[in-house]
């Protein structure tokens, strides 16, 4: 057959929207008037700017775009690919309603074959982040900023074509010497009649044929057949983080020799397997794992980033040495785990069923992962099945992603639902296995409640590395470290509780955190090894010494500031909402050496088509973290081409310039731009009428504990448990981690069995490391000392300290 030209038609259209704030339906109509709209491009967030502040937009935004639909597209079938919504979108064109998808971090796809025409036709989106008791996640410690936020897209193909995602790629019995190769492909024919598909599928390595395998069949109308294709591959270039070798697939669909669809996907050749005595093997080798968990948003954009940004991320995680991202706590954008496969790093895809501790409330900041109304569990459930179905379809041709996990410490559940919490568990890990049988569902913070034992593989977050010591099932550290910080930080890891060692039974382990991310829960989100700028902060240093053997830069210190430098880490970028260069400026003495000194310094765009997330200017200020040891950074796209220069000026110093080049598009020619400002309103956290208590399943650390009696007995609400220290040495300890500065009216000690409290001694602290004390007070009648006076700008750990013979504690209790 005669090679032709792909005819399958794909292209971003992230160019050239108009946004507003509120539920506008008129919006829909081709002739209503958005003159007073901002002019704004895709990925896009209600919170731009957003700089890590607690509270945010919640409610509204619509979008309207021209879209141009070319006469020989009239009659084939036409759709928009939408890569991120968060998260109630409802698509129209030219007036029509065309489709309805729930779910803030899955992709999704619209059909608008039957409702466009040649030439100009208007798409409308209309989109809320309301919060939905019904829908995961009902809540979390991120922030929930609306927007279309990733990449959205265009698909033109003929009526017969491989379906969205269609193809699946896996490999068994892999060894250097051959894999076997299995390749599932879905056709769906949308003609009229029956036809007679023959579907060649092509795989290449580094443009060179491998193979090709060739299969005929009868797809009657309105159909999706489903051809599975074998073949043997000998000597592959396996993936690996040291080697990420990656397979093209090319997938060619014909009727009666004519060629309707060309299809590429893009895949690799490895084999995974968790031991519960053995730990992790990756292509048949024991491989010992370190990585670390990544939020997916930026300063300024907020969620709304560009691939260059997602590649920049996964860079810097890679370059300190380590191997291996949890994507916490919901489905990246696919671009993620296809730059993990590009860059060579494991990957961890988490679905979104989520909780946070707290009063039960309505809104974000509920307590409940799982939905305490009757009404509400059979649309929740559905959601989180939805969503896990499409984070698997999206993403499971992708070799760096080890495990599907179910959740995030769905414990955070009211005890009343606890139950159907686990069944669901349950039934998602029945379905991961049904969808994907390759890879092995994990539960991510499972250390209370019994959750650890649902899945293939068990995350253990925050004391669950302590408490599970070589359990009888693969596990895995999904989180620890939580150390609050801003740039430079100290010089040392986030270890805690023994996780430096490793076990050979022990999967891996991941540190909380990447980076620095937006939170509605206080300061949890300064728990980065990098900032929210994405500027390392010197415990990445240690990491990048430990593990890779490269010392860190000398530390800078005060001197006399002379200017400012202004560099940038790409001086040439797309404008198609996918790229963006990241601006570094720093403060320097005469010699060109970085000094610490704290500067208000300005960023300006003084030609061409750049913006920052604040428009066409930018002030940092050590005040709010942006400008710190002598360093600022911020990212700049453009969505017009063009040269852009930008200045960057400071009280007293000389100023700095530099020039970036925007390819492609549309030419700057000084239009007007109707820029976006900040939100009209924001949400923030609602105040609670009675007490309840914050302390309950929160991790909690010890000096030792006797077998039976761990340390989390103390916030697990169940009356018949105790801590016990693990021998009668003196200075033993308990401390609870509240994983965040928080405040509490009062603080509640129970004593296990003793008429009077023992003698002890009482502190908080702030970090962990400094602490101060404490008075409490005997409850009448009662084992309990009382604390009446906490902080009142908050603490995030308690500490009971008993200087000579230590006893048992059956509770510690913190009530707002």
Not at 332 to 337: A, E, K
Not at 373 to 386: G, P, T, V, Y
Not at 514 to 539: C, E, K, Q, T, V
Request: aromatic share 12%; glycine share 10%.
């Amino acid at each position: 057959m005669a090679a032709v030209l792909p005819i399958r038609h794909q292209a971003l259209i992230n160019n050239d929207w108009t946004f507003m704030y509120g539920d506008i339906i008129d919006g829909k109509e081709v002739l209503f008037d958005d003159s007073n709209w901002y002019d704004i491009g895709i990925p896009h967030s209600f919170g731009i700017p957003y700089f890590m502040e607690n509270e945010f937009y919640v409610g509204y935004g619509c979008y309207r775009k021209h879209l141009t639909i070319q006469p020989g597209w009239i009659g084939k079938r036409i759709s928009l690919d939408f890569q991120g919504a968060f998260q109630d979108a409802d698509i129209y064109v030219n007036g029509k309603w065309a489709g309805n998808h729930k779910g803030g971090y899955t992709a999704f796809h619209i059909d608008i074959s039957e409702l466009v025409h040649e030439g100009d036709n208007l798409l409308f989106v209309r989109l809320n982040n309301l919060w939905n008791p019904r829908l995961a996640p009902r809540a979390g410690e991120h922030v929930f900023n609306g927007g279309i936020y990733r990449d959205v897209s265009l698909i033109v193909t003929e009526s017969v074509h491989v379906d969205w995602y269609g193809t699946f790629v896996t490999t068994s019995e892999v060894s250097t010497e051959s894999a076997s190769l299995k390749i599932e492909t879905e056709i769906v024919n949308e003609e009229g009649t029956t036809v007679d598909c023959l579907l060649v599928s092509v795989v290449e390595f580094e443009g060179t044929s491998i193979c090709e395998m060739r299969s005929r069949q009868s797809i009657e109308s309105g159909q999706c057949f489903e051809f599975s294709q074998q073949q043997l591959l000998f000597e592959p270039k396996l993936w690996h983080p040291d080697s990420p070798n990656l397979y093209r697939l090319k997938s060619y669909v014909y009727v009666n020799d004519a060629l309707q669809d060309e299809y590429e996907t893009s895949f690799g050749v490895r084999s995974i397997l968790f031991d519960a005595k053995e730990g992790f093997f990756l292509n048949g080798e024991h491989y010992d794992i370190i990585g670390a968990n990544v939020h997916q948003d930026h300063a300024g954009w907020g969620d709304a980033v560009t691939r260059a940004g997602i590649s920049r991320d996964i860079k810097l995680i890679k370059d300190c040495g380590m191997n291996f991202i949890r994507g916490s706590h919901y489905p990246h954008h696919t671009y993620f785990s296809a730059e993990c496969d590009k860059q060579g790093l494991l990957f961890w895809s988490e679905l979104c069923f989520w909780g946070i501790g707290g009063a039960n409330t309505e809104g974000y900041w509920a307590s409940s992962a799982y939905p305490v109304r009757n009404e509400d569990k059979e649309e929740f459930e559905a959601s989180c099945m939805r969503a896990l179905q499409e984070m698997i379809r999206t993403n499971r041709n992708h070799p760096s992603i080890i495990t599907w996990s179910m959740s995030n410490e769905p414990f955070f559940s009211d005890e009343e639902v606890m139950d159907e919490a686990r069944a669901l568990i349950v039934r998602l890990v029945e379905e991961s296995h049904r969808l994907d049988p390759s890879r092995p569902a994990s539960v991510g913070g499972a250390q209370r409640q019994g959750f650890d034992v649902l899945g293939d593989v068990a995350g253990y977050n925050g004391d669950g590395a302590a408490l599970y010591q070589d359990p009888e099932f693969p596990s895995f550290v999904s989180e620890y470290g939580s150390v609050i910080g801003v740039r430079p930080g100290e010089y040392a890891p986030g270890y805690t509780d023994g996780v430096e060692a490793n076990p050979k039974w022990r999967s891996g382990k991941a540190l909380w955190c990447g980076f620095h991310h937006g939170s509605i829960a206080s300061n949890m989100g300064y728990m980065g090894m990098i900032d929210y700028y994405r500027l390392p902060l010197n415990s990445w240093y240690w990491y990048r010494n430990e593990l890779l053997g490269i010392e860190p830069p000398p530390l800078a210190f005060e001197g006399l500031a002379y200017a400012l430098k202004l560099t940038a880490d790409k001086h040439a970028i797309l404008t198609d909402g996918t790229d963006d260069t990241h601006l570094i400026v720093e403060v320097v003495d005469r010699e060109g050496n970085r000094i610490s000194n704290t500067l208000q310094v300005e960023l300006e765009i003084v030609q061409g088509g750049g913006l920052f997330p604040t428009g066409k200017s930018m002030r940092f200020s050590p005040d709010n973290n942006s400008f710190l040891d002598g360093m600022g950074a911020i990212e700049m796209r453009s969505y017009f081409a063009g040269t852009i220069k930008i200045q960057a000026k400071a009280e007293g110093v000389h100023s700095a310039e530099i020039s970036i080049e925007a390819v492609g598009g549309e030419l700057w020619k000084g239009q007007s731009i109707r820029l976006q400002p900040a939100a009209p309103s924001v949400l923030k956290a609602p105040t609670h009428g009675s007490s309840y208590n914050i302390a309950r399943s929160r991790p909690v650390f010890c000096s030792s504990f006797a077998e039976g009696y761990p340390a989390m007995s103390v916030t697990d609400d169940l009356a018949d448990t105790c801590w016990k220290p693990g021998n009668e040495a003196e200075g033993q300890w308990i401390m609870i981690d509240l994983e965040g500065l928080k405040k509490a009216e009062q603080a509640a000690i129970t004593f296990e069995e003793a008429d009077t409290p023992p003698y002890y001694e009482l502190f908080y602290s702030l970090d962990g490391k400094i602490f101060f004390p404490l008075e409490g007070n005997k409850k009448e009648g009662t084992n309990t000392v009382v604390v009446d006076e906490l902080p009142s700008g908050g603490l995030r750990y308690l500490k009971v300290s008993f200087p000579t013979a230590p006893v048992a504690v059956n509770k510690i209790e913190m009530h707002t």
